[in-house]
């Protein structure tokens, strides 16, 4: 995907009420940017990190600049527009990036499914099963290693319950982690941060829910998820 408009570099001040982000810009000026991310941002930000933001012209927005890349002191970019993920994915699936999804022909959003929840993706092709994809962005690198979540997560819980359910009902489930951070190469569930989710998540592999791990990289204004890091089938079958 291609941002509209170039990224304005920024140093990061704070955070505060979850959704508001002051940022020095290059000339000097403060401003107050958007944050698209509810979570904790653990290891991803900190005061006089480089930003980027983008810029919207839109008269109606209470906010011009919303926040999109961090960079820590590692030199490492990170992806904190949580909002992209399903938008870099969307492209990675109608693109065929994805080698073990590339055999479907439709790619349907936000479908209704199991107990009043939503799958980010359904993936279906004559002769072949449904595919639910479950989408969750992974930004939080602990030495060395990727984990997801970076708080707990009863909604992640539930959503790999929910996977397990599609796989049960005779349906084809994969979660994809969409890794946001340059420095992350592996990803594994966060035992340490939510153990009920890791356990949730081993459950799920062995009910034959497939886990893939596709990371997503920027090439000047255009953001990019096309890296497979992980691609493993679950145990069943």
């Known amino acids: 995907m291609h941002y509209p408009s170039a990224l304005t570099s920024a140093k990061f001040i704070n955070r505060y009420k979850r959704f508001f982000v002051d940022a020095r810009l290059e000339n000097g000026d403060i401003v107050t940017a958007h944050c698209p991310n509810t979570g904790s941002m653990r290891h991803c930000i900190g005061e006089g990190w480089p930003v980027l933001l983008s810029h919207s012209d839109n008269p109606k927005r209470k906010l011009a600049y919303t926040l999109e890349f961090s960079q820590n002191p590692q030199g490492h970019w990170i992806g904190l527009n949580t909002g992209m993920a399903n938008k870099l994915v969307e492209e990675a699936l109608t693109q065929r990036k994805i080698p073990s999804l590339a055999g479907y022909s439709q790619v349907r959003r936000e479908v209704k499914y199991a107990q009043n929840s939503r799958i980010d993706f359904l993936l279906s092709a004559e002769g072949m099963a449904d595919c639910y994809v479950e989408v969750k962005s992974v930004t939080l690198l602990e030495n060395g290693q990727g984990y997801f ?89």
């Open 149 to 237: 979540p970076d708080a707990a997560s009863t909604r992640g819980q539930k959503h790999l319950q929910d996977l397990m359910q599609m796989v049960d009902e005779g349906h084809r489930a994969v979660l994809l982690f969409l890794v946001q951070h340059e420095g992350i190469f592996n990803v594994s569930a966060a035992a340490h941060i939510d153990p009920v989710y890791a356990d949730l998540l081993e459950q799920a592999k062995a009910h034959g829910v497939q886990v893939i791990a596709l990371k997503a990289r920027r090439e000047g204004e255009k953001y990019l998820a096309d890296q497979v890091l992980n691609d493993s089938l679950g145990e069943k079958g």
